[in-house]
Nanobody, 120 residues
Framework: VHLVESGGGLVQAGGSLRLSCKAS????????MAWYRQAPGKQRELVAA????????NYADSVKGRATISRDNAKNTMYLQLSSLKPEDTAVYYC??????????????WGQGTQVTVSS
């Protein structure tokens, strides 16, 4: 299983960006995917999550109203649209995937991360 994030970069405060996470090598059912972020000196935190089947979403309070998580089932790709960006959104954003195989093996996989820097 391989997760590749893209879409990070430098953006001015108030701007927006869209992160993508493409999963490959999937031979099991995806249960959910999520975006986490980790700022320097801070713990990794959940930003948003989406269940794969019934497409339920969950957002951190810090991004509610500014973030939209979505997924393309056919492409095994998850997206995060972030708007009204703030300097405190600066972090490395990581993609996480959780899944279950037909023999009940559990998968919990991380991407390598993509840097988002918001300038004031």
């Amino acid at each position: 299983v391989h997760l590749v994030e893209s879409g990070g970069g430098l953006v001015q405060a108030g701007g927006s960006l869209r992160l993508s996470c493409k999963a490959s090598g999937i031979t099991f059912d995806i249960n959910a995917m999520a975006w986490y972020r980790q700022a320097p000196g801070k713990q990794r935190e959940l930003v948003a999550a989406i269940t794969w089947g019934d497409v339920r979403t969950n957002y951190a309070d810090s991004v509610k109203g500014r973030a939209t998580i979505s997924r393309d089932n056919a492409k095994n790709t998850m997206y995060l649209q972030l708007s009204s960006l703030k300097p405190e959104d600066t972090a490395v954003y990581y993609c996480n995937l959780k899944g279950t195989s037909r023999n009940a093996a559990e998968y919990d996989t991380w991407g390598q991360g993509t840097q988002v820097t918001v300038s004031s």
